[in-house]
């Protein structure tokens, strides 16, 4: 049949299951833009920024294990867009870009708003396809989709030249490519089962891979319970992922986020045996490549990732399975726990114990502002099983991870990578996605002004996240890092910031605002947020700088202004 590319392309995304796209309209892509508000079948999100646009994408490809969609325009639209690519391409996020081009007589011209995309984005993209064929437009959007999500997933950019959308053609429609899981060899598995049954001390670190598995089968939690239990295996989940496991499991082995505390860590070194499920192995995750040490792991170290390339590019396990992590979990099931699993008791209770002394709701009150301790616990309290909490990236981050004791019901979503404006687009696509649950987003007041504009698209599409800003009137993470690197010197100037007044901020876009500026006003503040559902709140806390994060304070308060 001949039809419109636009239209082709329309049917090509309906083909993938798409039914949410974010952009940012532009003249390059209008073609497409009409074609699917037409169809009306696709429901296009208009964002203000197209990085808000890229982490609502972002964040629809971790709820689903889908790639997510982004549709922006060239150039301009593009660069803005590009955190968002990088922080897919890290986090191993699916997703796919479709970016608008000049018209296909004027390349290389350097047109209005060109730029050569396969040059600019082959650092962040698994791979960049230019479609300037009529004939390759579906093959495309079915090519992307299929790079986007299998083996390591992430980022893949369409780029689509402005003249291409009203050329007729009469290609077929590609339907979308079987998802190919691999699984584990037997063999592999007779050695890893071997291996976990002879460590004493085994550590079992869960991570990105392992949730995408739990998205597609939500039994995978429940599997990688019993193994814990039956084996008995402490489980650790990594960097931004504290909901893989309760965190009030006995079995839970401490959480390896950025920097473990001490106490943490020296225990976690003890381990003989790292197995690390469904976890890619990142500078954060390995404390800055020291725990497994790269490029040769102090421990044997079992590496399971549904990608071959990746296994053995940073370390040398002793045994890679690149497959689906869940996948492992159910055959070491069904092999059955050594008989004498229990004698690592004292091992996983030992670790369990520091956890939970790390988790305790303790803290000092600040003199300088709120202590963000209070207000995160406070939030903990009213956390549905079926909430959904954002982090943007900044120190306020660390109290998040410190005391909300997450549960695998719960969704946490951030920028693995650490990636600043994050956290808003994803509180806003999580609201859009999974309408009347709660949505919190914790972020610093860098990350609010960096990408809260997309409160506004919260605001014209009905979703109602909770906003929890900690102003502490600077740039919290820097500052720490300058005041630990170089503590005699004055720490501020290059980190303060001038805030304005975040409730009144928050009402102007329609939201209700909030505002706390001592601790006893958290209580009521937090339970007021709450209590409103039918529009986005902003929790304006004025927090202490002394507190620098939730494991360290400043000592040299006179280097403060
Ligand atoms: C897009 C981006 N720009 C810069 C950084 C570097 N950076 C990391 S944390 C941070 C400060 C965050 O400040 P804020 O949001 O106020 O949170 P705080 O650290 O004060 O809690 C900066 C600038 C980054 N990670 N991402």
Partial sequence: MTQTVARLLAESLEAHDVDQIYCVPGESYVGLTSSLLERNSIRVIVCRHEAGAGYMAVADGRLRDRAGVAVVSRGPGLSNAMVALHSAYHDATPMVMLVGQVERKDFGRLALQEQNYSRLLSDVTKLVIEVNEPEQASEAIARAFHIAESGTPGPVAVILPEDIFDEETDAELNP?????????????????AGMLAKAERPLILV????????????????????????????????????????????NFGGYMGIRVPPALIGEMKKADLMVALGERLTDTVSQSYTFPSAPQPQLPLVHVWPDPN???RVWRPDLGLPCSPHEVVKALLKRGAPADAKRRQGWVAGLNAIHRKLLAKEWEPTSDGVNFAAIVCEVDKHLAPDATVTTDAGNFGSFVHRYIGFRQGQVFLSSVVGAMGSGMPMAVAAALRRPNTQVVAFLGDGGALMMGNEIATARQYGANPVMIISDNAMYGTIGMHSYVRYPDRPIMDGTRLTNPDFADWGRSFGAEGITIKSESEVADGIAAAFAVKTRPVVVHCLTSAIQMSAWRRYTRADTLP
């Avoid at 979308?176 to 890893?192: E, H, K, S, V």
């Avoid at 814990?228 to 965190?247: C, G, Y």
């Fill in 176 to 192: 979308a490519r079987p998802r190919a899981i691999a699984g584990p060899r037997t063999d592999d598995l007779d050695r890893l």
């Fill in 310 to 312: 990746e296994i053995g």
């Fill in 207 to 250: 991570g990105g891979a392992m949730m995408a598995d739990a998205v597609r089968d939500p039994a995978a939690f429940a599997d990688l319970n019993r193994l814990a239990q039956e084996w008995m295996l402490p489980v650790s989940p990594t960097h931004r992922r504290p909901q893989m496991f309760d965190a009030t499991h006995p």
